[in-house]
C-alpha cells in the first residue's frame, strides 16, 4: 500500500538554487496539499489542488510554485531557494467529500544554506 | 478564518495515568475536527475525527476526543498512558461546507510519557 510517496526524502541546496518536490498519491484522491512543518509553528499550508489542472494559495504560498497536470501528482517548485525555506515539507491528500480524513507523506527534508 | 490553538507546548504524564491533550478552534460555521499524531521523522498519522453525532469520538490506540461546541474544544484523552504514545499530537479545523477545501493545523503538543 504506497499511499502518499514524496520524493526526495532529503536535499540539500544552495541559496539561488531551484528544485521541485514530487508528490505522488495512488488513492485516486481528488484534493492534494503541500505544507511545510517547523519548530512551534506546526503545519502550514503552502498550497492546494482540488482536481487535475487547478492549484490555489494556501497560507504561505511566497517563494512557491505548484503544478497538476495529472491527478495522481502534485508537484511543489522552489524557483530561487532561500535558507528561511528550510523545513520539512509533507504532501498529503483526500477524497473530495468534506469530512474525509487526509493522508500523508512520509516528508521530505529540506536544508538550504 | 479557521483557526486552531493548542495552548501546551508539552505534556508530561505518568504511564499508567490519564492524560489530556487540549485543543481549540475558530471556524465559521460548523467544524470539522480531527486529531494526529506524529512520531520521529515520519508523517502524520490520523487518531479520530469528528463530524457530526455523538460528542464523544473514539479513535485509534485507544484515544478519545470530547466536542464541545459551547467552548469550541475538541480535547485529546486517553485513560491509561502508554511510554509508546510519546509523540507530537496535532488538532486540526476544517470547515464543513461544500466550501470547505482547507484544513488548518494547531502548532503541536508534544507528549512525553514516563515509566
Known amino acids: 500500500n504506497a499511499g502518499v510517496t514524496q520524493t526526495p526524502k532529503f536535499r540539500v541546496l544552495k541559496t539561488g538554487q531551484s528544485m521541485t518536490l514530487l508528490c505522488a498519491q495512488d488513492?485516486?484522491?481528488?484534493?492534494m496539499y503541500w505544507y511545510r512543518q517547523d519548530p512551534g509553528m506546526g503545519l502550514r499550508l503552502i498550497h492546494y489542488s482540488v482536481g487535475e489542472g487547478t492549484t490555489a494559495k494556501g497560507e504561505v504560498p511566497d517563494g512557491y510554485n505548484v503544478s497538476r497536470l495529472k491527478k495522481q501528482n502534485f508537484l511543489l517548485g522552489l524557483e530561487s531557494a532561500a535558507p528561511s525555506q528550510t523545513s520539512v515539507y509533507f504532501c498529503?491528500?483526500?477524497?473530495?467529500?468534506?469530512?474525509?480524513?487526509?493522508?500523508f507523506g512520509e516528508g521530505s527534508w529540506l536544508t538550504v544554506v | 478564518a479557521q483557526s486552531v490553538a493548542q495552548p501546551e507546548d508539552q505534556v508530561n504524564v505518568a504511564e499508567g495515568n490519564p492524560l489530556t491533550v487540549k485543543c481549540t478552534y475558530s471556524?465559521?460555521?460548523?467544524?470539522?475536527l480531527f486529531w494526529y499524531v506524529q512520531y520521529p521523522n515520519r508523517g502524520l498519522q490520523f487518531l479520530l475525527k469528528?463530524?457530526?453525532?455523538?460528542?464523544l469520538v473514539k479513535g485509534s490506540y485507544g484515544f478519545e476526543a470530547e466536542f464541545n461546541k459551547s467552548q469550541t474544544s475538541f480535547h485529546l484523552k486517553k485513560p491509561s498512558a502508554l511510554v509508546s504514545d510519546s509523540a507530537l499530537y496535532f488538532c486540526a479545523v476544517r470547515e464543513a461546507s461544500t466550501g470547505g477545501f482547507k484544513t488548518i493545523f494547531g502548532a503541536g503538543t508534544r507528549l512525553f510519557v514516563k515509566a
Open positions: 471556524v465559521s460555521g460548523n467544524p470539522y
Open positions: 498529503a491528500s483526500r477524497q473530495q467529500s468534506s469530512g474525509n480524513t487526509i493522508y
Open positions: 469528528y463530524i457530526t453525532g455523538d460528542n
Open positions: 488513492m485516486n484522491h481528488e484534493y
